[in-house]
């Protein structure tokens, strides 16, 4: 993310320790068979694509959204699974075995990734500690 910086001089610590809605923009660049750059400034969040032969990003999503009705997906390594609380667990296994139908599991483990394909199809995403 990327914050102002308040007043002049040179930046302290205390610029970036900051909340998450004081953020001036936010973003994740992600690179497979095309280069994807998706941000916000705070109003909405934009989808683009780069062209390599303009050398420039296109924008091709604009204001991106979980769908209204997002798919049944769950994004979750559960290398973990035993380490987790009580209710991280029973959460995880009543997606499993949700009716009338389970939830789909696909874990990439890469986040950029994995929360990539839950805001344009809507889901589940966690990394508990």
Known sequence: GI???????????????LPGRQLAAAGYC?????????ITFGDGVNGFTLDPSLGEFILTQPNL??????????????GNYVL?????????????????????ARYVGSMV????????????FAYPA
């Not at 102002?4 to 320790?17: F, H, M, P, Q, Y």
Request: hydrophobic share 30%; proline share 7%.
């Open 113 to 124: 990734s994995d929360v990539h394909r839950t805001l344009l199809y809507g889901g589940i």
């Open 65 to 78: 959204r979980i769908p209204e009705n997002p798919k049944t997906i769950y994004s979750i390594n559960e």
């Open 84 to 104: 987790w609380d009580e209710p991280t667990r029973a959460f995880v296994d009543w997606c499993k075995n949700h009716e009338p139908k389970p939830y789909s």
């Open 30 to 38: 992600m690179y497979g068979s095309s280069t994807q750059l998706v």
């Open 3 to 17: 914050y102002e910086k308040a007043g002049g001089g040179a930046g302290v610590i205390e610029d970036i320790l």
